[in-house]
């Protein structure tokens, strides 16, 4: 009788810590920047509103609606990024908060996404890793699939989340925010882009 020989995994637990101030620290940025860009949309239409009234018959008006126009993106930003808030907040409190952040196998990857009911699992063919980059002054990771990769690609469970698809796939007129925190994980950068070199035949990594 074989025995069974275990199967090798590599696993990035998270700073519950750092993650809970994180998440204090991203929401009140997004409320403040929400806030502002509301401030400026309002001042842009308004002026235009008040051209408008005050130079009637001057030929000012084509002037004036391409102003509106272009403050309407900014009100939009500010309704998505309070709605986002508000939604993130009820996605933290009917979820736990994942004592891992990643686990590596021979097969893929499988991620725990702050908010989601279930993990990503993601064969190594649809992953094209991380990206490090800098959001709020904080590093973050933000992952890279390869392209034309959804939620209904074969092998691929967990994208059709709503709180993995504001992460993963945010809306254009939102700053992305980044899938993890690197503070908050405990392995550093280097090896967690070794490792992902390592399952994945070189197929994925971290990018800077």
């Given at each position: 009788?074989?025995?069974?020989?275990?199967?090798?995994?590599?696993?990035?637990?998270?700073?519950?810590?750092?993650?809970?101030?994180?998440?204090?620290?991203?929401?009140?940025?997004?409320?403040?920047?929400?806030?502002?860009?509301?401030?400026?949309?309002?001042?842009?239409?308004?002026?235009?509103?008040?051209?408008l009234i005050v130079f009637r018959g001057a030929g000012l008006w084509p002037f004036a609606v391409l102003l509106i126009l272009s403050m309407l993106p900014?009100?939009?930003?500010?309704?998505?990024?309070?709605?986002?808030?508000?939604?993130?907040?009820?996605?933290?409190?009917?979820?736990?908060?994942?004592?891992?952040?990643?686990?590596?196998?021979?097969?893929?990857?499988?991620?725990?996404?702050?908010?989601?009911?279930?993990?990503?699992?993601?064969?190594?063919?649809?992953?094209?890793?991380?990206?490090?980059?800098?959001?709020?002054?904080?590093?973050?990771?933000?992952?890279?699939?390869?392209?034309?990769?959804?939620?209904?690609?074969?092998?691929?469970?967990?994208?059709?989340?709503?709180?993995?698809?504001?992460?993963?796939?945010?809306?254009?007129?939102?700053?992305?925010?980044?899938?993890?925190?690197?503070?908050?994980?405990?392995?550093?950068?280097?090896?967690?882009?070794?490792?992902?070199?390592?399952?994945?035949?070189?197929?994925?990594?971290?990018?800077?």
């Amino acid at each position: 009788m074989s025995e069974r020989v275990p199967v090798q995994t590599f696993v990035v637990g998270v700073d519950r810590a750092a993650v809970l101030a994180r998440r204090d620290h991203v929401r009140r940025l997004q409320r403040r920047g929400a806030w502002v860009t509301l401030g400026i949309g309002a001042v842009g239409i308004l002026a235009a509103l008040f051209a408008l009234i005050v130079f009637r018959g001057a030929g000012l008006w084509p002037f004036a609606v391409l102003l509106i126009l272009s403050m309407l993106p900014l009100v939009a930003s500010t309704v998505l990024a309070l709605r986002l808030n508000a939604e993130r907040q009820r996605w933290y409190a009917a979820s736990e908060l994942p004592p891992v952040a990643m686990r590596m196998s021979p097969k893929g990857l499988e991620l725990a996404c702050e908010g989601a009911k279930y993990p990503v699992i993601l064969p190594w063919p649809t992953v094209r890793g991380f990206k490090q980059e800098k959001v709020f002054g904080q590093f973050v990771l933000d992952l890279r699939l390869a392209p034309g990769i959804g939620a209904t690609t074969a092998g691929v469970r967990g994208l059709d989340q709503a709180a993995v698809r504001a992460v993963v796939k945010p809306s254009p007129l939102l700053k992305p925010t980044g899938l993890y925190l690197v503070s908050a994980l405990d392995q550093p950068v280097h090896v967690i882009d070794q490792a992902l070199k390592h399952f994945s035949d070189g197929q994925a990594g971290i990018s800077r």
